[in-house]
């Protein structure tokens, strides 16, 4: 498989953001953001889109850990 030429990363890249920023604004019914999902999905190579979900609830989970916010469960909090 060739990398993706400029135009595509772009591409893949304006997909990824449009999704983000819905799933951001819709926190509490993330179904409203199928449409930009499947645009995410036919824009970026597969791999891709696995490495981006994986860096999105990392950097999701970040963020409340640094904000304090972070609940560790009952079952980690005993071990």
Known sequence: MAAPS???????????????????????????????????EASCPQQWIKYFDKRRDYLKFKEKFEAGQFQPSKTTSKS
């Open 6 to 40: 400029l135009k595509e990363r772009q591409l893949c890249w304006g997909a990824r953001d449009a999704y983000w920023t819905c799933l951001d604004e819709n926190a509490e019914d993330p179904s409203r953001c199928e449409k930009f999902r499947r645009s995410f």
